[in-house]
């Protein structure tokens, strides 16, 4: 069996017959490898397994790898980026193609005829976040926009899982918003004072302390800068941001990061700028209310030997574009979950099985490794029911996994607060 990338056969085209026999194989199921992005700007935190001498494996100027995506379709929008950059692998009989390639080809048999039939691919993802500190405060577009510039907009969610934060690194803890009463005024002095150093941004923010375990969800415009936490974000597929802030830590943050998406046009438009935050969201009073996530379980117990439960959930501006939940299988149990529709996994503790499938929560990875820690479910196969086991005598199998868009009309949602429309 290959262990290693290298030792595969890579399929860049005509990749059908093989997404159809790893179905086959898979039984519905189909196997992916790590894929690990770099930022240029951003110091990796170190949790996410990779092995500490591959951490610029993408070369210095590229940057130290942070993130880890998952069941993605949607490529990094870094520069000087590698052709796939962001995109996962199928992994079957020796070969790998991307899972791009593969929903293109197959459409509804992996993802669902109505994802497929409205969006025409996997919309979302979700990655591990990884950072010794904090980044800049920044917001990302709304779908509008986004259009201005030929992207996407991007929603996201965040989840602290307990087993990747043994530590906190140097800041856990994330602005968010505005103070309430922060005036447009005050902001476009924090970006006139841009090259001053720092702009001074958040001190019209507040902080909010991460706690593992927990989540967040964020809306489009909605400015937060997220701290020192290791975060699982499933999220829409897109990679829009403005960053408002000019220094963090020490470290300048050009003018281009502000503004890469938006129109050229408006570049040094500072009004223009101000008016892409959402004002109503970021100076709610109710922020919290209206944000926070805590887990809720939506089955199993304890004396069940398992529990599954809600750890992203909510809508934005009205519809469930993500959602997802953490399950804990305990030591020799095994159960069949069936979900709504096609969903992407990762291992986060422990050994066992999905179905035919092995898992398996890799201790240290290094930057070409195959793993076990990672899955696609079609939709097909979560409808059917998938049986997850473990193997393990001692410790438990908890496992992640996301979904995309109104797949689980039985999710909770938030109850807002204060008559602020999100």
Known sequence: ?????????????????????ALADGGGLLRLSPTWVPRSFLQPGKRLKLHPDDLYAFG???????????????????????????????????????LADAVAELGGKIIGDAIWNKYKKWPVYSKFFDNMGPIPHHMHQTKQQAALVGQEGKPESYYFPPQHNNVGNNFPYTFMGFEPGTTKAQVRKTLEDWNKG????????????????????IHPAILHAPGSLCTYEPQWGSD?????????????????????????????DLDFIVEQLDWEANVDPHFKANHFLEP?????????????????????YGEQLF????????????VTVKDGG???????????????????????????????DEVFVTEAAAKAGVTYENTSGTEDLVVLRYFGPEVNPDAPVIKYQGGVKL
């Open 342 to 372: 096609a969903n992407s996994i990762i291992v986060v503790a422990g050994e066992g099985k999905i179905n035919k499938l092995r898992l398996n929560c890799p201790k240290l990875i290094r930057f070409h490794d195959l793993t076990e």
């Open 296 to 316: 809720i379980v939506a089955a199993g117990s304890a004396a069940e030997g398992y529990v599954d439960k809600w750890i992203v959930y909510g809508k934005v």
């Open 240 to 268: 829009v941001f403005g960053m408002y802030q000019s220094l963090v830590e020490g470290r300048e943050v050009p003018w281009a990061l502000l503004v890469k998406d938006m129109p050229k046009e408006k570049h040094k």
């Open 60 to 98: 210095l100027n590229r940057g130290g790898i942070d993130e880890r995506w998952f069941g993605s379709t949607t490529p990094a929008a870094n520069d000087n980026r590698t052709p796939d950059e962001g995109l996962s692998y199928v992994v079957s009989n020796g070969q790998r193609f991307t």
């Open 198 to 217: 720092d702009n001074g941004i958040l001190d019209l923010s507040k902080a909010y302390r991460l706690k593992p375990g927990t989540g967040w969800l």
């Open 323 to 334: 959602t997802a939940k953490e399950l804990t299988v305990k030591p020799g149990q095994k």
């Open 1 to 21: 069996m290959p262990t290693n990338v290298k030792e595969l056969k890579t399929l860049s085209s005509n990749v059908k017959s093989a997404a159809e026999a």
